[in-house]
Nanobody, 121 residues
């Protein structure tokens, strides 16, 4: 069974950091690009970053440049989203996804269930 499972969310104070994990099961991470997305209450889903099989990284959102980074560990079948200098407006449910390609795309077909990130004092 193919699964993408996000973890690492929680409550953090403004200016703090979190590292989210997207752990893959049922397929080999080596062959696929993975993207991170988020959806805040009442807002549309927003693309954040993507990492290809060749470790090429793409940013979809200017709001996270310089604060969020993406990395992958194929041996652990896991993609990470390192989030620094968090702001209250980063509060959202964070999702990882794949479109079963080696490169980052504009459309993603398989999604995890999401992990909640809340930035608040």
């Amino acid at each position: 069974q193919v699964q993408l499972v996000e973890s690492g969310g929680g409550l953090v104070q403004p200016g703090g950091s979190l590292r989210l994990s997207c752990t893959i099961s049922g397929f080999t991470l080596d062959y696929y690009a993975i993207g991170w997305f988020r959806q805040a209450p009442g807002a549309e889903r927003e693309g954040l970053l993507c990492i290809s099989t060749g470790n090429v990284k793409a940013y979809y959102a200017d709001s996270v440049k310089g604060r969020f980074t993406i990395s992958r560990d194929n041996a652990k079948n896991t993609v990470y989203l390192q989030m620094n200098s968090l702001k209250p407006e980063d509060t959202a449910i964070y999702y990882c996804a794949t479109d079963w390609e080696t490169y980052c795309t504009d459309d993603y077909s398989s999604w995890g269930q999401g992990t909640q990130v809340t930035v608040s004092s």
